[in-house]
């Protein structure tokens, strides 16, 4: 039977921090756990690389893994711009855990990524944690999707409060600066994925009639701009301020579905717009005739939007709910967006019936939508167990 547990410390003595939260986790466990991972969030990345090397050590666990952070998850509370360390243990009986460190060499024409294992045929899921200030985290999960037989990934993009060059990334005892790190979960172990956009749809679905790149030049037949427009015009006043204030666009992950309506799309940013051109300019290439739809976001829709898929998760899972997850939330959600940081946390934990839940506030996550993996901004990306 597996068995779970988090914890979460946090103090002026970060290495203290580590030994307190793992003592934590794995208290309850009653067995040698399989698996621990930790989060660390410190000023000093030296610092925050002693206290996963002490973190790591203390364990005991056959596998570790782990990264910095800005802000850490666990034990209910999202701890942010602070120092604090979290950790997440598991037993697994029957599982098997294949932990790789993934690492870049530059060929003549291009950087390519070395160390990704072959999966096997009985893999469930992979997690992924990343330093994204040196490896090509965009080209590589898009390829992945391919390398690893379309298994769904987890995870998310890993800082330090100094920015680049204070990113630490944890491995069975091993603390890199760089690259990537993660684990293949297969055999006999329940996983499975989850991934709240926090946006809704505003406007009609639209075909793209013309495009060149991640530059859309005509939506539904009419000029791109002049179609934002038109649409812009006939929503409510408070969709415009959110517009405003950062609008998205949804591209359509089934063109054959009947209805395209929210969660339905793979969310990107509209980043500019250009007049004289009657273009708009979005975070992601779409093809010509891909159903897009203009998208905001808000406290309220984020919130609504992770509770409905949670609600959905639930509902598919009677009879065998999860049992823990690993939680990667956008560090532009937490108190930035709502009226605390345990806003995520706490409605995972309330919205799955779990105890242990912990993970780490990210500088962008990663995770499935429409059955490929994509690295995402402003979302809750989740590991279920």
């Known amino acids: 039977m597996a068995r779970f547990g988090d914890g979460l410390a946090f103090g002026p003595d970060p290495v203290g921090a580590a030994e307190a939260a793992v003592h934590q986790a794995i208290e309850s466990l009653d067995a040698p756990p399989d698996l621990v991972c930790v989060f660390v969030s410190a000023p000093d990345p030296e610092v925050v690389a002693t206290a996963g090397r002490r973190a790591m050590q203390v364990a005991g666990a056959a596998t570790t893994v782990g990264c910095s952070a800005t802000g850490v998850i666990g034990e ?140 859309l030049y005509e939506l539904a037949g009419t000029p791109a701009l002049e179609k934002l427009e038109q649409v812009l015009g006939e929503v409510p006043p408070e969709d415009q301020e959110l517009a405003a204030g950062g609008l998205q666009i949804g591209v359509a992950m089934d063109e054959y579905a009947d209805r395209h309506e929210a969660g339905d799309f793979l969310v990107r940013g509209v980043v500019a717009a250009d007049p004289s051109e009657a273009t708009i300019s979005i975070g992601d290439v779409v093809e010509v005739g891909r159903t897009v739809r203009f998208q905001v976001r808000d406290a309220d829709t984020a919130s609504l939007d992770l509770a409905d898929r949670l609600a959905e998760r639930l509902e598919q899972r009677r009879g065998k709910p999860a049992e823990a997850a690993l939680l990667f939330s956008c560090n532009g959600r937490g108190a930035h967006m709502f009226a605390s940081g345990d806003h995520d946390v706490t409605s995972v934990r309330k919205g799955l019936e779990l105890s242990a839940v912990a993970g780490f506030f990210a500088a962008g996550e990663i995770g499935p939508v429409g059955g490929r993996n994509h690295v995402h901004g402003f979302t809750a990306s989740l590991l279920l167990f």
Do not use: H
């Not at 697994?92 to 993934?102: D, E, I, M, N, W």
């Not at 680049?164 to 979960?185: I, M, T, W």
């Open 76 to 215: 209910g509370r999202g701890v942010e711009e602070t120092s604090a360390v979290t950790a997440w243990a598991a037993v697994l009986p029957g599982a098997r855990l294949t932990p790789f460190r993934l690492d870049t060499v530059r060929t003549a024409d291009r950087l390519a990524v070395t160390g990704l294992p072959r999966p096997e045929p009985d893999d469930r899921a992979a997690l992924l944690l990343v330093d994204p200030y040196g490896f090509p985290v965009d080209a590589f999960v898009e390829k992945a999707n391919e390398a690893l037989n379309e298994l769904p990934i987890a995870g998310g993009l890993a800082d330090g409060m100094t920015g680049r060059d204070s990113v630490r990334l944890f491995l069975d005892g091993e603390v890199f600066a760089g690259g990537a790190v993660g684990l293949l979960f297969g055999a006999d172990v329940a996983v499975e994925t989850l991934v709240s956009q926090g946006c809704r749809p505003i406007g009609p679905p639209m075909a793209v009639t013309r495009a060149e790149g991640n530059v």
